[in-house]
């Protein structure tokens, strides 16, 4: 009975991180650029559950990746607003070191310079870079113009491999330099911004099944529990 339960109780706990994972899509079904998660579970078979001889069968999150597939472009009119039409990532300076994005939602601060809406600025070949005039232009390979003439070109990076970047918050990822590339063969449209590539309506079936599922997982340790109960009041007799 004790290892039934355990086995019923850790499908309840990957169900509950399963329903972290898709409140979090659904929260961010609004945010420009945001990339979705997905969970892979692993039976543990290698572990003995507590009072058998049989191996484990817990469930356990193996995997957590990002889904990143592009998003629908949609128009702002807003030339500060910038998306990549296919691979790569805007990248941006942190107090913690060089970030990436695919938010191209950016402002102007009021010395010129362009930077996300936390204030991390947006980099170009040459660093951080200001507009003077308050005018942008920004040409389909990422070079940058204002009224005085040529400025930079944004950096675009991809990632060798996308299973070594870390998901930060604001819709930022990390990884470590070597895993980090530039990417020269880009378009940039100014004045549109990706959308979230998360489906409103695929997160709200995840939910409810999600729901379903734990309360299965619940009810099967509540029966579990009763039975255990009958027989420890049998066994007092």
Do not use: C, H, W
Not at 25 to 45: C, H, M, P, W
């Amino acid at each position: 009975m004790d290892a039934a339960m355990y086995k019923a109780l850790s499908g309840a706990i990957a169900q509950m991180n399963r329903l972290e994972t898709a409140a979090q899509d659904l929260a961010n079904v609004n945010t420009s650029g945001y990339k979705g998660q997905r969970i892979a579970f692993s039976e543990v078979l290698a572990n003995r559950l507590p009072g058998s001889e049989r191996p484990g069968g817990l469930v356990a999150v193996g995997d957590q990746k990002t889904n990143l597939f592009q998003g629908e472009i949609q128009n702002t009119g807003n030339p500060f607003n910038l998306a990549i039409d296919g691979e790569g990532f805007f990248v941006v300076e942190t107090p913690r070191g060089e970030r990436y994005t695919r938010n191209g939602n950016f402002t102007l601060k009021s010395d010129g310079t362009v930077t996300t809406s936390q204030g991390d600025p947006l980099l170009g070949e040459g660093g951080p870079f200001q507009i003077t005039n308050g005018k942008m232009e920004v040409a389909p390979d990422g070079s940058v113009r204002s009224s005085d003439g040529d400025l930079t070109k944004l950096r675009i990076v991809r990632f060798a491999d996308s299973r070594l970047t870390v998901k930060e918050g604001a819709n930022l990822f990390n990884s470590a330099p070597a895993n980090v590339q530039e990417v020269s063969d880009v378009r940039i449209m100014q004045g549109g911004l990706e959308q979230s590539n998360v489906s409103p309506i695929d997160s709200m079936v995840s939910l409810i099944t999600i729901q379903r599922q734990f309360e299965a997982y619940e009810r099967a340790m509540g029966l579990m529990d009763a039975a255990t109960e009958k027989m420890i009041t049998a066994a007092a007799n």
